[in-house]
């Protein structure tokens, strides 16, 4: 339940996003994973959620980087990865970590022009994040069909 969640809100975000560019040739975007993307799991989710964009949303192209986290990549940082989606043509770059929390809300600052979404952070419920951030899960509660904070 969980998973398929996950799935359809990811494919929601990109779709209303990014409803203006869909006469453009191509739609980037961006799939940042805390995980390997076959963890049978959080990361896994999210990649099979990018590949649903790509698969019903004509010229969707992923971008993915997997296992972003100091243990299995203690040289790259969200910054390297974002600055690489970015000059790939990335137009939404997903987060999906609270790890990423901080940094996503530094680096969105530099890059006014793409739409960043984090998830489980915080910073547009706290009204701490710049325009072009949104965020989800974390303040809200999706299990009476209801937006409240928690």
């Given at each position: 339940?969980k998973?398929t969640?996950?799935?359809?809100?990811?494919?929601?975000?990109?779709?209303?996003?990014?409803?203006t560019?869909?006469?453009?040739?191509?739609?980037?975007?961006?799939?940042i994973?805390?995980?390997?993307?076959?963890?049978?799991?959080?990361?896994?989710?999210?990649?099979?959620?990018g590949?649903?964009?790509?698969?019903n949303?004509?010229?969707?192209?992923?971008?993915?980087?997997?296992?972003?986290?100091?243990?299995?990549?203690?040289?790259?940082?969200?910054?390297?990865?974002?600055?690489?989606?970015?000059?790939?043509?990335?137009?939404?770059?997903?987060?999906?970590?609270?790890?990423?929390?901080?940094?996503?809300?530094?680096?969105?600052?530099?890059y006014?022009?793409?739409?960043?979404?984090?998830?489980?952070?915080?910073?547009?419920l706290?009204?701490?994040?710049?325009?072009?951030?949104?965020?989800?899960?974390?303040?809200?509660?999706?299990?009476?069909?209801?937006?409240?904070?928690?």
């Amino acid at each position: 339940m969980k998973r398929t969640l996950i799935l359809v809100l990811v494919a929601v975000f990109a779709l209303l996003s990014f409803a203006t560019t869909m006469a453009q040739d191509e739609f980037v975007f961006g799939m940042i994973l805390v995980g390997p993307q076959d963890d049978r799991g959080w990361s896994q989710a999210h990649y099979e959620g990018g590949l649903y964009v790509e698969e019903n949303l004509e010229g969707a192209r992923m971008l993915v980087f997997e296992s972003l986290n100091p243990a299995d990549t203690p040289e790259t940082t969200l910054a390297d990865v974002v600055e690489l989606f970015v000059d790939e043509g990335a137009q939404l770059i997903f987060t999906t970590s609270d790890a990423f929390e901080e940094d996503t809300a530094a680096i969105a600052s530099e890059y006014p022009d793409v739409t960043f979404i984090n998830v489980s952070g915080d910073d547009v419920l706290t009204g701490e994040a710049p325009a072009n951030l949104g965020n989800v899960m974390d303040g809200v509660d999706l299990s009476c069909g209801e937006i409240s904070a928690v």
